[in-house]
T-cell receptor, first 112, second 111 residues
């Protein structure tokens, strides 16, 4: 079974630039999550999708972050414009029930 | 009040000793509890899950759950240098199908 795929693995941009991350969940997993993990902290949920609908985006800074999950499969997370404090690891995860979550390798973003 | 709290600072243990990690959670209705291990530069890796009060053992790892005290712990017996990592406590709040994480505890096993 293929795992959760994410790309790119690393990204360096300057502040005020835009960036996009891609996630392909495990086949058949209806729920997809984007987490932000700042160095030294635990992952923080940004947005949760159930199929192609948003379940929870209460922690997503909507003035600069956007996310979509077209056709209920792949998802894209975008930051525009980026700030220095957006430097973090962006983790995508998927699940098929309440007790099993699978994490991708993450995208490491550095904003200069 | 944070959903999941891990308040201990970095933990240094000699090789072969027991490492003990603690976690508290705020939502009394939570039913599923997890411990993840995260090596530097890697994504979280599930090492233990526990759903009912008491102890659950898996190899050198033991998870303990006390729902009355809203407390979850992880014991690592016979600690090895390869156990050096950050350990994240995670809880699945009852109203949501998601994981809420604590800030993590760094464990350093000294040979």
């Amino acid at each position: 079974e293929a795992g959760v795929a994410q790309s790119p693995r690393y990204k360096i941009i300057e502040k005020r630039q835009s960036v996009a991350f891609w996630c392909n969940p495990i086949s058949g997993h209806a729920t997809l999550y984007w987490y932000q993990q700042i160095l030294g902290q635990g992952p923080k949920l940004l947005i949760q999708f159930q199929n192609n609908g948003v379940v929870d985006d209460s922690q997503l800074p909507k003035d600069r972050f956007s996310a979509e999950r077209l056709k209920g499969v792949d998802s894209t997370l975008k930051i525009q414009p980026a700030k220095l404090e957006d430097s973090a690891v962006y983790l995508c995860a998927s699940s098929f029930d309440r007790n099993h979550w699978y994490f991708g390798p993450g995208t490491r973003l550095l904003v200069l | 009040q944070k959903e999941v709290e891990q308040n201990s600072g970095p933990l240094s243990v000699p090789e072969g000793a027991i490492a003990s990690l603690n976690c508290t959670y705020s939502d009394r209705g939570s039913q599923s509890f997890f411990w993840y291990r995260q090596y530097s530069g890697k994504s979280p890796e599930l090492i233990m899950s526990i759903y009912s009060n008491g102890d659950k053992e898996d190899g050198r790892f033991t998870a303990q759950l006390n729902k009355a005290s809203q407390y979850v712990s992880l014991l690592i017996r016979d600690s090895q240098p390869s156990d050096s990592a950050t350990y994240l406590c995670a809880v699945n709040p009852p109203a949501y199908n998601r994981l809420a994480f604590g800030k993590g505890n760094q464990v350093v096993v000294i040979p």
